[in-house]
């Protein structure tokens, strides 16, 4: 009886002991009742923590348990280097305990972010920096590689494709009809020579491996023009010149099947640009497309017409060329030596050479198709070019034309000749009164017009060209301003074909300025 009286006793007096060893700290949680204060037997603290949504700093005063600190005699929490280099700029605690209240006195301060580096409080930003430099940096450099390697297997492969797309123009070739090339070429032979020699009257182009070695002895002089396409130059072959068609490697597509269809059978033609090799050179950095033709120093229709006016037999002479040309691409010529219907899709003054004899070659047969008779279908190449929106006729702008039907593309190809022919007939110096070069519909559209304003223009309004009212007192300008007439009829079965323009043309009488 009297030992448990003692014992609780010990308890009391022992609670009490602890009780007026307790540590009092601030509370900002605490009630009024508290007077805003806990007890610890651990430490007080203070904390700084910044919120990540407002920005703002809050500021807490708590007690920290002994069995929630460790080690006991320092915490990890209380000391200055914190729980982590990154968590200091989110949080900063500061502990004590050498008084009651100690906490009340302490407002600790979050790391800086241009905090000196070589200092002890700036570690946690240096570490930072790199950990965010090695998550960012690393999955970029990845992409880049991976990128990079994309391209080059991308590189590879188009040329690959070109290589073996080559290989299989010449497994097409007539190796029998070849000559035989020493180091210097073909004898001392001309390219017309080379030409006859080669081509066996086929009228396709010369043999590939002949082609290539034309091709890889041409010296580039001089840059004479520039398209969507890439460049054009006058290149020198054993003292001739040479017209050097150099496609960009984007438009593999243009050059190949141009290439293609110059090397159609009983393509060659005196109205046609004359073809001599196709070739693919690799500079090492990228692929160029070679076309080489004939050269003709005045250069496009569009060229010489802005510079040159034409007498009533030159315009003649030219629309008949022109004409012929065209007549024999739109021709089928059937037999074994066959040619296949073609119609170009893009005839306009810049797509026409004026020849020394100031006759015209149509070139530029990129967007051709061809008919084949055999299986009465059209040829047409995937290509993502489209005409010359000036020249285009009602039914392409409409998008009405039956592209099933081959004749729609041959009577698109009429209109288009009929805007050309009105683009020489302004040139024409009749009485001495010349008009200014003009491309068709420049009073109506802006230089470069789109779909829609050709649309309005060609469709909705149905406007053609003017035709000045004086071409009416001449016999070859009224008669040429007739054939322009038939040639834009909206309704594109009524057009002329382009043979019965060439044999109304080769009948027709051109006197010089001689009045009706």
Known sequence: MVGGRIYFALVVALSCWEMALALKCHCDICTVETNYTCETDGFCFTSTSLNRKTGALIHAYRCLPQWQSFPPENPILCQPSGSGPSDRFQMVVQCCRHRDLCNVEYVPTLASRSADPESGD???????????????????????????????????????????????????????????????????????????????????????????????????????????????????????????????????????????????????????????????????????????????ENGSLFDFLNRTTVDSTTMVRMALSIATGLSHLHMEILGTQGKPAIAHRDLKSKNVLVKANRTCAIGDLGLAVRYDATVDTVDIALNHRVGTKRYMAPEVLDETINTSHFDSFKRADVYALGLVYWEIARRCNMGGIIDEYQLPFYDVVPSDPSIEEMRKVVCVDRQRPSIPNRWQSYETLRAMSQLMKECWYANAAARLTALRIKKTLANLDAPEDVKI
Not at 166 to 171: N, P, Q, Y
Not at 202 to 218: D, E, K, N, Y
Not at 251 to 278: C, K, P
Request: proline share 2%.
């Open 122 to 296: 700036s570690i946690w930003f240096v570490s930072g920096t790199w950990e965010t430099a090695l998550i960012i940096g690393i999955p970029l450099a990845v992409g880049i590689v991976l990128v990079m390697i994309l391209l080059s297997v991308r590189h590879q492969k188009r040329r690959r494709m070109i290589n073996r797309r080559v290989v299989d123009m010449e497994h097409n070739m007539d190796s029998a009809d070849m000559p035989i090339l020493g180091h210097n070429g073909v004898g001392a032979a001309c390219l017309r020579d080379i030409i006859e020699m080669t081509t066996s009257g086929s009228g396709s182009g010369l043999p590939l491996l002949v082609q290539r070695s034309i091709a890889r002895q041409i010296q580039l002089m001089d840059i004479i023009g520039k398209g969507r396409f890439g460049e054009v130059w006058r290149g020198r072959w054993r003292g001739e010149n040479v017209a050097v068609k150099i496609f960009s490697s984007r438009e593999e597509r243009s050059w190949f099947r141009e290439a293609e269809i110059y090397q159609t059978v009983m393509l060659r033609h005196d109205n046609i640009l004359g073809f001599i090799a196709a070739d693919n050179k690799d500079n090492g950095t990228w692929t160029q497309l070679w076309l080489v033709t004939d050269y003709h």
